[in-house]
């Protein structure tokens, strides 16, 4: 690699530079551990006077006590790269995209029947415009660029896609929009495999939500799943406001009020285009409804369901196909999960795949099983 040096020094001390793995112990067994400078992986002998380069993954050990590990054993200095950097610095690097441990994750400690997060995005070494600094040397011009890391710079990948939409579909809705990103998104890296966490775990749902923005995938959904300001009310009353609290956030129809039966499990009825159910018992069934619009270029259209489950879940759809038609551009369906084996337990995770053959729209599902 490259580095700019703006130091007025002419001569300053030099030290060998080595490898956590080619510095591994002889009672150390694995190459990976030792590259990671885990501590009593490494030959005292060998770092002794020497900078140690160590990979670094949010499941190691914590920084500060390898670095006064290699301290301690004689080294002069250390380099710890992050796993992170090496997944997703760059497309030249395989498996990419990786999931940051900066990255928000789920499930929501407010709303466990929505699932979140609802997407991921490009956030790490983000090539953006910066406040040029003033300390700088004298004749040297400041940079109006950076590299820059986390949730913030997800985000121009998630509107340049909302920006597409309204430049082509001016009178498309907010949960058109984010319908039509979520169902689209991809969830393998360029290895075709599932797409991972820093760490290297395999990652869930619950680390990207419906997956990765695909931006260009997403101005072509086929069905959308919309929501207005009648399902947005009625998620606060199975939240647990009631309607004179409502009517303060909110305008609301005149003699409304909150349905008696409202409840946080019949959240999960809202029109997302994920699915999320929490507390569901063994041999319990529980019944979704979801309604998808046709926004495809083909008025008349037919969808077929596939279906993703864990072992141990059973899943229906009724109906398994969606016959859209002029008069017909939103039909509905149902979703009923059944826990059918004691060994279904915690999170279980699956999709939902609709498609007409051109398009395919799938919406993630998490089916919390009490144990």
Not at 22 to 48: Q, R, W, Y
Not at 150 to 175: F, I, M, Q, V, W
Not at 271 to 288: C, D, F, G, H, M
């Amino acid at each position: 690699g490259e580095a700019i040096n703006f130091s007025s020094l002419d001569k300053s001390p030099t030290y060998p530079l080595i490898y956590g793995a080619s510095a591994k112990s002889n009672s150390s067994s694995e190459d990976s551990s030792a590259s990671h400078c885990e501590p009593g992986t490494l030959d005292g002998n060998k770092i002794k006077g020497k900078i140690v380069l160590c990979n670094h993954s949010q499941s190691d050990t914590p920084k500060m006590a390898k670095i006064d590990t290699l301290n301690s054993t004689g080294a002069v200095g250390a380099i710890l790269v992050n796993d992170l950097e090496q997944h997703v610095a760059t497309t030249y690097y395989k498996p990419a995209p990786a999931v940051a441990y900066f990255s928000s994750r789920g499930p929501s400690s407010q709303t466990s029947n929505i699932l979140k997060p609802d997407i991921a995005a490009p956030g790490v070494n983000i090539l953006a415009s910066w406040i040029p600094t003033s300390e700088v040397p004298v004749g040297q011009k400041p940079s109006q660029f950076n590299l820059v890391s986390g949730t913030s710079n997800g985000l121009p990948s998630c509107c340049r896609s909302r920006c597409d939409h309204k430049s082509l579909e001016p009178y498309r809705t907010p949960a058109a929009i984010r319908s039509a990103i979520m169902t689209s998104a991809t969830q393998v890296n360029n290895d075709k495999d599932p797409l991972k966490t820093d760490s290297g775990s395999e990652a869930t749902p619950y680390d990207y939500g419906a997956g990765e923005v695909n931006p260009n995938s997403a101005l072509q959904p086929g069905l959308v799943y919309e929501l207005g300001p009648s399902d947005y009310i009625q998620f606060l009353c199975h939240y647990g406001y009631d309607s004179s609290t409502i009517r303060r956030i909110t305008a609301i129809p005149d003699g409304f009020e909150c349905p008696k039966n409202a409840s946080k499990d019949l959240i999960s009825d809202l029109n997302y285009p994920s699915i999320a159910i929490s507390n569901l018992s063994y041999k319990e069934s529980r019944t979704v409804k979801r309604s998808a619009t046709n926004v495809g270029s083909e008025e008349e259209s037919t969808y077929s369901v596939s279906i993703n489950s864990p072992q141990g879940l059973d899943v229906k759809v009724i109906p398994d196909k969606l016959q859209f038609g002029k008069s017909s551009k939103m039909l509905s369906f149902q979703v009923t999960f059944s826990a059918q084996s004691s060994s279904a337990k915690g999170d279980l995770f699956g999709s939902i795949i609709w498609s007409d053959g051109t398009h395919r729209v799938r919406s993630p599902f998490v089916v919390r099983v009490a144990s």
